[in-house]
């Protein structure tokens, strides 16, 4: 049962333009949402949140985006560097409810130089 | 800055054979995960863990599997008798209060099963 989808595995974008990854989720309870980087053989690091309660979210090069009724969220970096080439995973919450997140299955981004 | 450290970054064992995959969480965390991520796929939960009890386990955590805080630093994940099928990359992960902020992940701790 796939509650958090990322429908593109991957995704190339050149350099200074935006980027945009998808996401989207089945269980209405989920409240929070975050988007995860990644690099190979390193941990997740946390690039942004959003709860429940906005559409938008704001941390300089990136916005997420969370569109209630559709049960989907994106996220914009603007402008894209090489340097954010990596695994972006999204992950939902239910803040009241589990302990747990679940992530998406991730999207590769390759920002071309 | 605080963060999750994880030993080994890598351990290479025998089908069969226990594993004990260590984690410091931040100091004032309180609740704590073991995730694992098999190459190339989703990161997947296995565990969360308050207050000195399991509060949440996913189908892949079990009875093979078993997680404590035996001295109130570390976190570590058993796994008793391990399988081809466990070889996987094991984050550890911790946040002040559950289901809201961000979640903390250690490096990672590489676990290969021949």
């Known amino acids: 049962d796939q509650q958090v989808k990322q429908n593109s595995p991957s995704l190339s974008v050149q350099e200074g333009r935006i980027s945009i990854l998808n996401c989207d989720y089945t269980?209405?309870?989920?409240?929070?949402f975050l988007w995860y980087k990644k690099y190979p053989a390193e941990g997740p690091t946390f690039l942004i949140s959003?709860?429940?309660?906005?559409d938008k979210n704001e941390d300089g090069r990136f916005t997420v985006f969370l569109n209630k009724s559709a049960k989907h969220l994106s996220l914009h970096i603007v402008p894209s560097q090489p340097g954010d080439s990596a695994v972006y995973f999204c992950?939902?919450?239910?803040?009241?409810?589990?302990?747990?997140?679940?992530f998406g299955t991730g999207t590769r981004l390759k920002v071309l130089a | 800055e605080p963060e999750v450290t994880q030993t080994p970054s890598h351990q290479v064992t025998q089908m069969g054979q226990e594993v004990i995959l260590r984690c410091v969480p931040i100091?004032?965390?309180?609740?704590f995960y073991w995730y694992r991520q098999i190459l190339g796929q989703k990161v997947e939960f296995l565990v969360s863990?308050?207050?000195?009890?399991?509060?949440?386990k996913s189908e892949i955590f079990d009875d093979q599997f078993s997680v404590e805080r035996p001295d109130g630093s570390n976190f570590t994940l058993k796994i008793r008798s391990t399988k081809l099928e466990d070889s996987a990359m094991y984050f550890c992960?911790?946040?002040?209060?559950?289901?809201?902020?961000?979640?903390?992940f250690g490096e990672g701790s590489r676990l290969t099963v021949l």
């Open positions: 992950a939902a919450s239910e803040t009241s409810g589990t302990y747990k997140y679940i």
């Open positions: 269980n209405s309870m989920f409240d929070y």
């Open positions: 959003i709860s429940s309660i906005k």
């Open positions: 100091s004032n965390h309180l609740y």
């Open positions: 863990f308050y207050n000195n009890e399991i509060s949440e």
């Open positions: 992960a911790s946040i002040t209060d559950r289901g809201v902020g961000e979640l903390f």
